[in-house]
C-alpha cells in the first residue's frame, strides 16, 4: 500500500452523542481535521498522532491531538486490510482529566 492509499472513515454511532458535548462551533474543526488526518496513513505516527501505550476499552489503538491547547482527542482503529479508520470517540482533555460524551473516562 502506498501513501497515495485512501481509507474510509467510518464513525461509531456514539460519536454523534460525544459530539454534543462539545461546543458547536469547534464541529468543523474536528470533522476537518478527522478527514485531514485520518484519509491518508491514519497509522504512521507524528507529533499529535501517536499509536496507544496500552488497549483501551473503546477497542481504539490510535489516537490524535489538536485543537486550541491540543484539547481535543479522536481515538480510533485502523483495519490497514480493508483501508478503513473507525472512529470511536471524540473528547476534550483539559489537564488531567479527559471528557468522552459528557462524563469523565479513565485511560
Known sequence: MNSKTRFDLIYAPQVKTHLQSIE?????????????????????ETRNRKPLKRPVELGADWEIRFGPDNCFRVFYAVDR????????????KERNLLVIGGEEVKL
Open 81 to 92: 486490510e480493508r483501508c478503513q479508520v473507525f472512529i470511536l470517540a471524540v473528547g476534550v
Open 24 to 44: 458547536r462551533k469547534y464541529h468543523s474543526l474536528i470533522r476537518r481535521t478527522i478527514e485531514i488526518q485520518l484519509q491518508f496513513n491514519p497509522d504512521v
